[in-house]
C-alpha cells in the first residue's frame, strides 16, 4: 500500500495550505451558526417565559438554546455544500477524500509496524488477531475470557487459536497446554501465535504435530498482503 498523493485526488501539493484553511474556514462558522442558535433559543425562553418561571427560565433557556443551536449547526453542515459554488464544493469533497486515504494509510502503516503489535495488552492483541484474519476472509470466533481453556479464537475451519503478549519467547509448557487442548477439542490444528517468537523446546515440540507457530513477522506480512 502506497501513501496517498494528492494527485491521486486531483488536486496539487501547493493547494493543500489553502484547502485546509477552506476547511477550518467553513468549521468555524459551523460554530458560530451553533452559537447563534443557542442565543436565539435562550432568548425566546428567557424573554417570554421569565415573568412567569423567573430563574427556571435561565435553566430551561439553556436546555432549549442548546437544542436549536444543534439542530442549526447540523443543518448547516448538511446544506451547506449544496450553499457553495460546485466547483468549490468538488475541491473541497477531494481534499476530504485525501485526509481520509491518508488517514487510512496511517492506520495500516502502523500495523505493518513491530512496535504496534508488541505494544497491545493481552486482550487487545486477541482482538487485533481477530480482526486481521477476519479482513483476510477467514471467520473467526473470540472465545470467553473466564473460561477458554488455553483456547483464544476459533476460525472457521474448526482450528483453535491462542495468542501470547509476552516480553520473552514463548517457552514449552504453553505450547503443551495447547497441545492438550487441541487433543480434547478435536480440532483439526492449533495454532500459537506470539509476538516475541519462541524458544527452540517449543519448535521442537511442534515438530510432527498440526500446530503452527506464528510470530509478529507473519502477522505483519498479512498486514502488508491485504494493503488495508
Known amino acids: ?31 458560530r451558526v451553533g452559537c447563534l442558535g443557542f442565543v436565539v433559543g435562550y432568548g ?6 421569565w415573568p412567569t418561571m423567573g430563574p427556571l ?30 466547483r468549490k464544493r468538488r475541491r473541497l469533497a477531494r481534499y476530504a477524500a485525501y485526509l481520509q486515504a491518508q488517514k487510512d494509510y496511517d ?37 470467553a475470557a473466564s473460561n477458554d481453556e488455553g483456547i483464544d479464537l476459533i476460525l472457521g475451519d474448526g482450528a483453535i487459536v491462542q495468542c501470547k503478549q509476552r516480553k520473552s519467547p514463548v517457552g514449552p509448557a504453553v505450547v503443551r497446554e495447547l497441545y492438550g487442548a487441541l487433543m480434547a477439542s478435536g480440532a483439526p490444528r492449533a495454532i500459537l501465535i506470539s509476538t516475541t517468537g519462541f524458544t527452540r523446546g517449543v519448535q521442537e ?14 502477522l505483519i506480512k498479512m498486514q502488508k498482503d491485504l494493503g488495508q
Not at 44 to 49: C, R
Open 57 to 86: 427560565a435561565l435553566f430551561f433557556g439553556a436546555f432549549l438554546g442548546i437544542f436549536v443551536g444543534f439542530l442549526l449547526s447540523a443543518g448547516f453542515v448538511y446544506a451547506r455544500p449544496w450553499l457553495m459554488p460546485a
Open 107 to 143: 492506520a495500516w502503516f502502523v500495523r505493518t509496524q513491530t512496535a504496534f503489535w508488541r505494544s497491545l495488552g493481552g486482550l487487545a492483541f486477541e482482538r487485533e488477531v481477530a480482526h486481521l484474519l477476519t479482513r483476510t476472509g477467514v471467520p473467526v470466533r473470540l472465545t
Open 1 to 31: 500500500m502506497n501513501a496517498p498523493r494528492p494527485e491521486d485526488f486531483e488536486i496539487s501539493a501547493d493547494s493543500l495550505p489553502a484547502l485546509k484553511a477552506e476547511q477550518e474556514q467553513a468549521a468555524n462558522r459551523d460554530a
Open 44 to 49: 425566546i425562553v428567557v424573554a417570554g417565559y
Open 205 to 218: 515440540f511442534v515438530t510432527g504435530k498440526p500446530i503452527e507457530l506464528w510470530d509478529h513477522n507473519v
